[in-house]
């Protein structure tokens, strides 16, 4: 019984020490549009979030030179959604850029609203994109489900030895059984660290330009 009792301390020093390097903890690839709103272009670099509920990132970079500041607004809303209060703006020069999160809550169609305006004018736009998730939940929950099954296995190992002395075979078989928990618990955890983020964002259409009503 005191190697079950260090297989499962080994399991669990497995899976409760930090890893040295997460998937999870890497920002996935963004997806960049270069888009003109009005006499400027600007690139946009969206990143999805690494777990949903999550921010969504847009990097914004001028591709011209331009003269003074201009000034930046976006937001990010359902397909389909009326336009939300515009958020305060970002001021950049033809040299500069930022980033901004935009919070959402699950996957779907979006909208990015792209919004300039400087000395040389203003420009709007939108920009359909898809965020997907795909299925990956049953490869976390094989963690606590392979332990829990370790530790039922040794409590009713010690139930049975206590009431009546076990066969050699049965004993191998109780260990086989442990070993092989403890193995699905680890290839899981190993595989919830190396599995690349499983939050997707796709253009799901093209930019479109807003023209301003003619006064």
Known sequence: ????????????????????????GVQPAGTTVVQDLGPYTLAATISPPTALPGPVSVQIAPQQSFSGLVSVT??????????????????????GSFVTQLPITGPGDYELGLQASGQ????????PVTVAQQ?????????????????????????????????????????????????IALVAFVATQLIPANVTLSLSGSPTSIVPPTP
């Open 1 to 24: 019984m005191i190697k079950h009792f260090l297989l499962l301390v080994c399991v669990a020093v497995a899976l409760l020490a930090p890893p040295t390097a997460s998937a999870h």
């Open 74 to 95: 976006l937001w990010l809303v359902p397909i389909g959604a009326p336009s939300p209060t515009p958020p305060p703006a970002h001021v950049i020069s033809e040299q």
């Open 120 to 127: 040389g004018g203003s420009g709007e736009a939108r920009v």
């Open 135 to 183: 299925p990956f939940g049953w490869v976390v929950a094989l963690i606590p489900a392979a332990l829990g099954a370790f530790v039922l296995i040794i409590g009713g190992a010690m139930v049975v030895r206590l009431r009546r002395r076990m066969s050699p075979r049965f004993n191998e078989l109780l260990t086989s059984s442990m070993a092989l928990c403890a193995l």
